[in-house]
């Protein structure tokens, strides 16, 4: 079986293990690395968590990158405990890992790696952008070594989830994300057109769980935090945002998409990270982002099931 060779760079977080885990697990990418940033959780607890989902997945052989702890410009660190509980994984306790991450930057690393290997790496971004805007800004020819960016945030036509218009990984970060998105990247955003619709319910969720593996009985743990976080807002279930990544990056056929020119707003205090598409018919500003409009929720859900249940 051909793999696909990949960096994750991830802010681990509940969604992030679900997505970590399924590419594991998938046995459909050789993961070269996990590069962390601060997000969901500081970055130190991102590192730690990202550590525990490689041993978890039984890959310690995978290295794990220390990477931006605050935003390029705001300093602007706003966690999200209500949503993933204050270690990231729903308030559970899970072993430590055994051993610490792997000595390098993870802005410094993404150009390493890319760099050795031209044309023939994609980033899976879950995160805020952060690290990849220190690589564009570091090494000229990072962005034309670069296979694809395909990045979880963003939306184009509906409300934010951390402020009217923006969405937690964009709003993070606006300028790192204004960088990246006009770097000239061959750039896929999977964003919350897509991701919001796509949720495990609780039935499905019990199901996972009695396949009875290590890894099925983690994920119903940390989730649980999580469904209590949705169901506040009377939604059933919970989103599984970051998994859409390793979705489009393996079978883009799931999803309809449009070329649009995408850009983020980083000056107005209203509208500030918020991913601004132009769809007018005749616009002169060029595409540059691939943007999911809709996803097929059955079949994604579907395959992460039969995915996470097959072993662990």
């Given at each position: 079986?051909?793999?696909?060779?990949?960096?994750?760079?991830?802010?681990?977080?509940?969604?992030?293990?679900?997505?970590?885990?399924?590419?594991?697990?998938s046995g459909q990418f050789d993961v070269e690395a996990l590069t962390t940033v601060f997000g969901n959780v500081p970055v130190e607890l991102s590192a730690l968590n990202a550590l525990r989902l490689v041993e978890l997945a039984g890959r310690p052989d995978v290295p794990v990158y220390?990477?931006?702890?605050?935003?390029?410009?705001?300093?602007?660190?706003?966690?999200?405990?209500?949503?993933?509980?204050?270690?990231?994984?729903?308030?559970?306790?899970?072993?430590?890992?055994?051993?610490?991450?792997?000595?390098?930057y993870a802005a410094v690393e993404l150009i390493r790696?890319?760099?050795?290997?031209?044309?023939?790496?994609?980033?899976?971004?879950?995160?805020?952008?952060?690290?990849?805007?220190?690589?564009?800004?570091?090494?000229?020819?990072?962005?034309?070594?670069?296979?694809?960016?395909?990045?979880?945030g963003g939306i184009v036509l509906?409300?934010?989830?951390?402020?009217?218009?923006?969405?937690?990984?964009?709003?993070?970060?606006?300028?790192?994300?204004?960088?990246?998105?006009?770097?000239?990247?061959?750039?896929?955003?999977?964003?919350?057109?897509?991701?919001?619709?796509?949720?495990?319910?609780?039935?499905?969720?019990?199901?996972?769980?009695?396949?009875?593996t290590r890894i099925t009985e983690f994920l119903y743990r940390i989730t649980r935090f999580y469904a209590d976080a949705y169901l506040r807002e009377g939604i059933p279930g919970f989103t599984v945002h970051d998994l859409l990544v390793m979705a489009y990056a393996l079978r883009p056929e799931l999803f309809e998409t449009r070329r649009l020119p995408v850009d983020v707003d980083t000056e107005s205090s209203l509208t500030r990270g918020m991913t601004v598409a132009d769809f007018r018919p005749h616009t002169t500003t060029p595409a540059n982002v691939t943007v999911c409009m809709k996803a097929d929720a059955d079949g994604i859900l579907n395959w992460y099931e039969q995915v996470i249940t097959s072993r662990g």
């Open positions: 079986m051909t793999t696909r060779r990949v960096i994750i760079d991830t802010d681990p977080g509940i969604d992030d293990a679900q997505a970590i885990l399924f590419a594991f697990l220390v990477g931006a702890a605050e935003p390029l410009v705001q300093r602007r660190l706003h966690f999200s405990p209500e949503v993933h509980g204050a270690n990231g994984f729903g308030n559970v306790e899970w072993p430590l890992p055994t051993r610490a991450p792997t000595p390098g790696r890319v760099l050795a290997a031209p044309g023939e790496i994609t980033i899976l971004a879950l995160g805020p952008l952060t690290n990849i805007a220190l690589a564009v800004r570091l090494e000229p020819r990072f962005v034309g070594a670069v296979k694809e960016i395909i990045y979880m509906g409300w934010g989830n951390v402020s009217p218009v923006a969405t937690a990984n964009v709003l993070n970060d606006p300028e790192a994300a204004k960088v990246t998105f006009g770097a000239g990247f061959p750039f896929t955003m999977v964003g919350q057109d897509v991701t919001r619709w796509v949720r495990i319910t609780p039935d499905r969720s019990e199901r996972m769980r009695a396949a009875g």
